[in-house]
């Protein structure tokens, strides 16, 4: 194959922004690589009952691609499947999508001024930038419980729903009590004969304002600008929850008596569930659940909560440390993803630096796009480019016009990468506000084994979109 100008690694939302962004400007030579069978990415992926996304869908959709099709305002996964399918097929993205084909490998050929990737079956692609857009959150975390494979029933990870196992009339136990299972526990406890919730670390949940959209909505959603105030509404009023992450603000406190009253109602007032299911730490601290049904599950017949700390998983189903045993038929395991080894793909930069090796004390880049060293190397959603507030959409834009900018620099050049000193002062920033920030106050997936928060932008969107907006290429990054 000749020399591809970008190789795009993930047809999730970013990867296919990126391809739609070369599409537009009139450019064929990229590829899109992606290991499943199907685009989509976390929505290929997450496909376990009630998945839905947690920002309104509106701010989920791309600024230059409105969705007049959605069904409600927090859109279930299918629709947002449908949506990243329709999306394809109108940029015509299919001929240069490559499904089913995992990378193995990439480096930087310093001579060719080029990234060498190897893929499963031995092909190697040559490309002038190499953009990776796998996510923060692809690889599944399996629990580290002793005895996890010795389990005998049926066990299955929520990111790798398998639908032929059984729930109706059985046994279930799910590990977890995250964003995720926040979705699948209500879901399960209408089929389930029994569910037993196990909860390491309750969740702050907020009531979910959503509602079906009807067809005079969808009406409405034709209209170019009433889709856009949709959007800029919601991004509005996303944005103000930002300020419910300032440890000790009167916005704080409100999210805090927000979460507190709806605690109360969702469990009529069940003082003893209720001291079981308060978290302890700060809210904002970990991801803040949206949920109507989550809490209210509680209060079912046939569904336990159980906050015993796991000692074992036997071939029956679960031992506690205080020795008490729950049989189960099947184990759901909702314990989220590995955020540090999200990019599991090695990556070797100049000199023969591997990225991994880089990152082993915490993934860090500029703007979570680019890593000295590794020159044409764009990083989409890399590291410190999350929110516990809004849409990862209204971080992806801004990324995609980056590379699309530093496409137009590598018209004049071979090759760009910025500078170690430039990353380093952006990077001391970076963890100087979020040191003392609400996301350091608890142990959640924002933050690396070492400490480091690997994976909050700090600030507000805007800043971040102004701020990437200004990067001076001629001042920040070497060219060759
Ligand atoms: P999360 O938010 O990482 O949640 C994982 C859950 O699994 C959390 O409650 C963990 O408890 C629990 N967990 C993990 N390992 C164990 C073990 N060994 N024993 C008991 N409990 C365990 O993942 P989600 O999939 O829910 O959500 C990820 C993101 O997806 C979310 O933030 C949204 O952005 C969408 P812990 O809190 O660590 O005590």
């Known amino acids: 194959m000749a020399r591809l100008g970008v190789l795009i690694l993930g047809a ?6 990126m391809a739609i962004a070369l599409q537009r400007a009139g450019r064929s030579d990229f590829l899109v690589v992606e290991k499943s069978t199907g685009l989509g990415g976390t929505w290929w992926d997450n496909r376990y009952p009630g998945a839905h996304v947690d920002v309104p869908a509106p701010l989920y959709s791309f600024s230059f691609a409105p969705n007049p099709r959605w069904q409600r305002r927090f859109a279930a996964a299918p629709e947002i499947l449908a949506y990243q399918q329709a999306l ?10 490559r499904l089913d084909t995992a990378v193995l490998s990439a480096a930087w050929d310093e001579a060719a001024a080029c990234w060498r990737v190897q893929l499963e079956g031995g092909e190697l692609i040559e490309a002038t930038c190499f953009v990776c857009s796998t996510g923060p959150l692809s690889v599944p975390r399996w629990p580290a419980i002793e005895g996890l494979d010795s389990f005998a029933g049926a066990r299955v990870h929520s990111a790798r729903w398998d639908s032929s196992v059984p729930i109706a009339g059985h046994r279930v136990g799910v590990i977890g009590t995250g964003s995720t299972a926040s979705q699948l526990v209500p879901e399960l406890a209408k089929a389930a004969a029994h569910l037993t919730v196990f909860q390491r670390t309750p969740c702050w949940v907020l009531p979910r304002f959503d509602r ?3 067809a005079l909505d969808r009406l409405l959603f034709h209209l170019p600008g009433w889709n856009r105030a949709a959007r800029a509404f919601w991004a509005a009023t996303s944005e103000s929850f930002r300020r419910g992450f300032e440890p000790g603000s009167g916005a704080q406190q409100r999210l805090l008596a927000l979460a507190r009253g709806h605690l109360k109602r969702q469990l009529r007032g069940d003082a003893a569930l209720m001291d079981r ?11 803040i659940v949206f949920s ?13 909560l159980e906050t ?16 008490r045993g729950h049989t189960l038929d099947v184990l759901v395991c909702a314990t989220g993803f590995n955020v540090e080894q999200s990019l599991a793909v090695p990556i070797t930069g100049r000199h023969g630096v591997a990225l991994q090796a880089l990152w082993r004390e915490g993934a860090f880049a500029h703007f979570g796009t680019t890593v000295a060293g590794f020159p044409n190397l764009f990083l989409m959603l890399g590291p410190n480019t999350a929110t516990g507030h809004t849409s990862t959409l209204l971080f992806i834009e801004p990324q995609v016009q980056f590379v699309m900018r530093a496409l137009h620099e590598l018209r004049q050049h071979r090759w760009l990468d910025v ?3 430039v990353l380093e002062g952006f ?13 350091m106050q608890c142990s959640n997936w924002y933050r690396a084994a070492s400490g480091r928060n690997v994976a909050i932008w700090p600030g507000y969107t805007r800043e971040y979109r102004t701020r990437l907006a200004a990067v001076d290429f001629g001042r920040e990054f070497s060219f060759g």
């Open 308 to 323: 015993g700390a796991i000692e074992r998983i036997t071939p029956a189903g679960v031992r506690l440390a205080d020795g």
């Open 12 to 17: 999730g939302m970013s990867g296919l922004a």
């Open 277 to 287: 299911l308060r978290p302890a730490y700060p809210i904002g601290c970990k991801r």
């Open 212 to 214: 079906r959209y009807g």
């Open 419 to 421: 500078k170690a000193e």
């Open 88 to 97: 394809a097929e109108r940029h015509g993205l299919k001929q240069h999508l």
């Open 292 to 304: 109507n049904d989550y809490w209210r599950s509680f209060t079912k017949p046939n569904v336990q």
């Open 427 to 439: 990077n001391t920033e970076l963890q100087r506000r979020l040191a003392g920030s609400v996301w």
